[in-house]
């Protein structure tokens, strides 16, 4: 019997639609339709009459979108491209500059202060290593020391040993955004040892504390030095009114400091290292430009006749109770100062002790009126206009009438009868009067000839130094000369000088009547160790050798006749010519006439003129007022150490004397 084969399972068919679903005609069937079989289930199924057909979905296509993601993506990469092209090509040195000053340092390269030093290289002022004291700001935070009060427990360990206000360091400390601070300027080693020993203690101290749970820093281990160099005056207050002093900022503030301090600075120089958190990195390198050190200045001065002329000028000012005094000592051939010694003086190297009254140089910044050393000026002229000799006689009354007013000597007298050499020994105001109103047919005339000799030989002029407040002194034109004026100006009243020009008044007499321009410096030696000389002063002739030599041999009378008032100032074995010097002195402060000015001027040796010493002192209020008494042996003392010094020997020739006085009807 055959197998029976299986019944066929019934696979559905695809799914129609259109006329097949709705009974419609079939292909081969005629184009009739086909009856529709209805099942129960799909009887439910059916359209209603007038409904529309199911609603088909279909996927929306995705390409819009990718175009816009595309767009937008090649937007942004663009963008990107831009900025790189700008940061890398455009503005690529600019953005390396700020990284470049964000990652590098620059720090000044302080230059090494010039020495100055005395005619002999001597040091007068010189520089020291010192350290500027530094902080790190941030290393005083909580942040970083975890403790509350870092700042002020530094400060009170700092400021004892700068030496400043605690105030003022905290507040450095406290410095916001900082990463550096300057505590200090200049200290002295002593003084980082010192902050360095703290350090190293309280290091150790916050190392045990971190076994402990602290927080192992210590106060002060932000605190750091930078080196730097400090002036210092090896000889205290010697010649501190030639040198000067510099300020806080290592700058001169007066003096010779201050005159030739663009000489001395030199030019600083820059160190840029790489840091980060304010601290250097060692492997990074570094790029140097150094410093040029300043150039080294060579004074005329001596030192040791500067310390003689100093220790002099103090003694009599103390001893006569006076406001202040100056000695000027100057070679007489060559117009160098050998020394200016003031007093009273103050010690460069603390300043703050210092008078500031007493800070200047006042044998340069002081204007005074003379006195009688003037008158040498006034006899000059009337030699070398050929108006009287040195035998002239002149009688002089016990009082002048001349202008608006009665004019007399110092000491009242007799009529004198002395000789115009006389008139010069015996410091005769009136005698000086009537000499000098000999200078032209009318009194006009001669004063307009007798301010052309104060003129020639310096007064209101500047003294050729260039030295920082000098000051000129006062001359009126002659025009401007008061009645009074043109009677006193001759005999050193009405016309004002410092203590250099009357210096260099004397030092031109003993010149041969050349006057040559006072100088201070001799030299310099630059950085490559060069020395330059000085450009040589200028030299004005302003009266004949024959005028110059007499006036001498009449100056010698004052020092050395026994009827001269300048007898003090004698010295054994040398010839002295010299003039002294008592006026009333105006006082700065009321503009009235108070007190006296008393000074002595001269050289030696008289007959071949080597020294020229000035001296003068102000407002003495104790003992004598007059010039040849307080001041004449102030010039002894300073003469003769200076003739010493320099090993000047006596000429050994004898002095010619000139008559003083002669006999009426004579």
Same mark, same amino acid.
């Given at each position: 019997?055959?197998?029976?084969?299986?019944?066929?399972?019934?696979?559905?068919?695809?799914?129609?639609?259109?006329?097949?679903?709705?009974?419609?005609?079939?292909?081969?069937?005629?184009?009739?339709?086909?009856?529709?079989?209805?099942?129960?289930?799909?009887?439910?199924?059916?359209?209603?009459?007038?409904?529309?057909?199911?609603?088909?979905?279909?996927?929306?296509?995705?390409?819009?979108?990718?175009?816009?993601?595309?767009?937008?993506?090649?937007?942004?990469?663009?963008?990107?491209?831009?900025?790189?092209?700008?940061?890398?090509?455009?503005?690529?040195?600019?953005?390396?500059?700020?990284?470049?000053?964000?990652?590098?340092?620059?720090?000044?390269?302080?230059?090494?202060?010039?020495?100055?030093?005395?005619?002999?290289?001597?040091?007068?002022?010189?520089?020291?290593?010192?350290?500027?004291?530094?902080?790190?700001?941030?290393?005083?935070?909580?942040?970083?020391?975890?403790?509350?009060?870092?700042?002020?427990?530094?400060?009170?360990?700092?400021?004892?040993?700068?030496?400043?206000?605690?105030?003022?360091?905290?507040? %450095?400390?406290?410095?916001?955004?900082?990463?550096?601070?300057?505590?200090?300027?200049?200290?002295?080693?002593?003084?980082?040892?010192?902050?360095?020993?703290?350090?190293?203690?309280?290091?150790?101290?916050?190392?045990?504390?971190?076994?402990?749970?602290?927080?192992?820093?210590?106060?002060?281990?932000?605190?750091?030095?930078?080196?730097?160099?400090?002036?210092?005056?090896?000889?205290?207050?010697?010649?501190?009114?030639?040198?000067?002093?510099?300020?806080?900022?290592?700058?001169?503030?007066?003096?010779?400091?201050?005159?030739?301090?663009?000489?001395?600075? +030199?030019?600083?120089?820059?160190?840029?290292?790489?840091?980060?958190?304010?601290?250097?990195?060692?492997?990074?390198?570094?790029?140097?430009?150094?410093?040029?050190?300043?150039?080294?200045?060579?004074?005329?001065?001596?030192?040791?006749?500067?310390?003689?002329?100093? %220790?002099?000028?103090?003694?009599?000012?103390?001893?006569?109770?006076?406001?202040?005094?100056?000695?000027?000592?100057?070679?007489?051939?060559?117009?160098?100062?050998?020394?200016?010694?003031?007093?009273?003086?103050?010690?460069?190297?603390?300043?703050?002790?210092?008078?500031?009254?007493?800070?200047?140089?006042?044998?340069?910044?002081?204007?005074?009126?003379?006195?009688?050393?003037?008158?040498?000026?006034?006899?000059?002229?009337?030699?070398?206009?050929?108006?009287?000799?040195? +035998?002239?006689?002149?009688?002089?009354?016990?009082?002048?009438?001349?202008?608006?007013?009665?004019?007399?000597?110092?000491?009242?007298?007799?009529?004198?009868?002395?000789?115009?050499?006389?008139?010069?020994?015996?410091?005769?105001?009136?005698?000086?009067?009537?000499?000098?109103?000999?200078?032209?047919?009318?009194?006009?005339?001669?004063?307009?000839?007798?301010?052309?000799?104060?003129?020639?030989?310096?007064?209101?002029?500047?003294?050729?130094? +260039?030295?920082?407040?000098?000051?000129?002194?006062?001359?009126?034109?002659?025009?401007?000369?008061?009645?009074?004026?043109?009677?006193?100006?001759?005999?050193?009243?009405?016309?004002?000088?410092?203590?250099?020009?009357?210096?260099?008044?004397?030092?031109?007499?003993?010149?041969?009547?050349?006057?040559?321009?006072?100088?201070?410096?001799?030299?310099?030696?630059?950085?490559?160790?060069?020395?330059?000389? /000085?450009?040589?002063?200028?030299?004005?002739?302003?009266?004949?050798?024959?005028?110059? %030599?007499?006036?001498?041999?009449?100056?010698?009378?004052?020092?050395?006749?026994?009827?001269?008032?300048?007898?003090?100032?004698?010295?054994?074995?040398?010839?002295?010519?010299?003039?002294?010097?008592? /006026?009333?002195?105006?006082?700065?402060?009321?503009?009235?006439?108070?007190?006296?000015?008393?000074?002595?001027?001269?050289?030696?040796?008289?007959?071949?003129?080597?020294?020229?010493?000035?001296?003068?002192?102000? %407002?003495?209020?104790? +003992?004598?007022?007059?010039?040849?008494?307080?001041?004449?042996?102030?010039?002894?003392?300073?003469?003769?150490?200076?003739?010493?010094?320099?090993?000047?020997?006596?000429?050994?020739?004898?002095?010619?004397?000139?008559?003083?006085?002669?006999?009426?009807?004579?």
């Amino acid at each position: 019997m055959p197998p029976k084969e299986p019944p066929r399972r019934r696979v559905p068919g695809p799914a129609r639609s259109g006329p097949e679903r709705s009974g419609g005609a079939r292909p081969g069937n005629g184009g009739r339709p086909r009856p529709a079989t209805v099942r129960p289930a799909q009887a439910s199924r059916r359209p209603r009459p007038g409904a529309r057909g199911p609603r088909r979905i279909r996927l929306g296509s995705p390409r819009p979108r990718l175009r816009l993601i595309g767009l937008g993506l090649t937007l942004v990469m663009l963008a990107f491209v831009v900025r790189l092209l700008q940061v890398q090509a455009v503005d690529a040195s600019e953005f390396a500059a700020k990284a470049e000053r964000s990652r590098y340092y620059t720090q000044t390269v302080a230059a090494e202060r010039g020495e100055i030093t005395d005619r002999a290289g001597i040091a007068l002022a010189t520089s020291v290593d010192a350290y500027d004291i530094t902080a790190d700001p941030f290393m005083f935070t909580r942040d970083f020391t975890k403790v509350p009060d870092a700042p002020e427990q530094a400060a009170e360990l700092l400021a004892p040993i700068l030496g400043v206000d605690r105030a003022g360091l905290v507040a %450095k400390l406290k410095t916001p955004k900082s990463r550096y601070t300057v505590l200090a300027r200049r200290q002295t080693p002593q003084v980082w040892n010192q902050i360095k020993d703290l350090k190293n203690v309280l290091a150790r101290k916050a190392s045990k504390a971190k076994a402990d749970g602290g927080s192992g820093v210590s106060v002060l281990s932000g605190v750091f030095q930078d080196a730097s160099s400090k002036r210092v005056y090896p000889n205290g207050d010697l010649a501190a009114g030639i040198l000067g002093y510099v300020n806080a900022a290592g700058r001169g503030a007066g003096g010779v400091e201050s005159m030739l301090d663009t000489e001395l600075a +030199g030019q600083d120089g820059q160190i840029s290292y790489a840091q980060s958190g304010g601290r250097r990195v060692p492997t990074a390198g570094s790029r140097e430009k150094p410093a040029v050190p300043g150039s080294d200045i060579e004074l005329t001065i001596d030192r040791d006749i500067q310390w003689a002329a100093q %220790k002099a000028i103090a003694d009599q000012v103390k001893e006569s109770k006076a406001e202040r005094g100056y000695v000027v000592v100057q070679n007489s051939r060559t117009g160098e100062i050998l020394a200016m010694a003031n007093a009273p003086g103050f010690d460069p190297n603390d300043l703050s002790e210092a008078d500031a009254a007493a800070m200047g140089n006042a044998a340069l910044q002081d204007a005074y009126e003379p006195g009688s050393t003037s008158k040498v000026m006034s006899m000059a002229a009337v030699l070398e206009e050929g108006a009287a000799t040195p +035998g002239t006689h002149v009688v002089v009354p016990n009082r002048l009438h001349r202008g608006d007013r009665l004019f007399k000597d110092d000491v009242d007298h007799p009529t004198w009868y002395l000789t115009l050499n006389g008139v010069l020994a015996k410091s005769s105001n009136i005698g000086t009067i009537m000499a000098t109103g000999e200078l032209g047919r009318t009194q006009a005339e001669a004063n307009k000839v007798l301010h052309s000799y104060l003129t020639k030989f310096g007064i209101g002029r500047p003294t050729g130094l +260039g030295y920082p407040g000098e000051t000129r002194g006062l001359l009126a034109k002659p025009t401007d000369w008061s009645t009074s004026q043109q009677y006193t100006i001759p005999f050193g009243q009405g016309l004002s000088l410092n203590a250099v020009q009357a210096t260099s008044v004397f030092s031109t007499i003993a010149n041969g009547g050349v006057r040559v321009e006072p100088t201070l410096v001799r030299g310099t030696t630059g950085p490559d160790g060069r020395f330059t000389a /000085a450009p040589a002063p200028e030299r004005t002739r302003v009266v004949s050798e024959k005028t110059a %030599k007499t006036v001498s041999t009449m100056l010698e009378s004052v020092v050395g006749d026994e009827e001269g008032t300048g007898t003090k100032a004698r010295i054994p074995g040398y010839r002295v010519a010299g003039k002294t010097g008592t /006026a009333n002195r105006v006082d700065p402060e009321l503009g009235v006439y108070r007190g006296y000015t008393a000074s002595f001027a001269g050289f030696a040796p008289a007959d071949d003129p080597r020294i020229t010493v000035y001296c003068a002192i102000q %407002k003495p209020t104790k +003992g004598s007022h007059f010039g040849g008494q307080i001041c004449g042996p102030t010039y002894k003392k300073v003469m003769e150490f200076a003739l010493k010094t320099l090993r000047v020997e006596p000429t050994g020739s004898k002095p010619a004397r000139l008559p003083v006085t002669f006999k009426p009807g004579e």
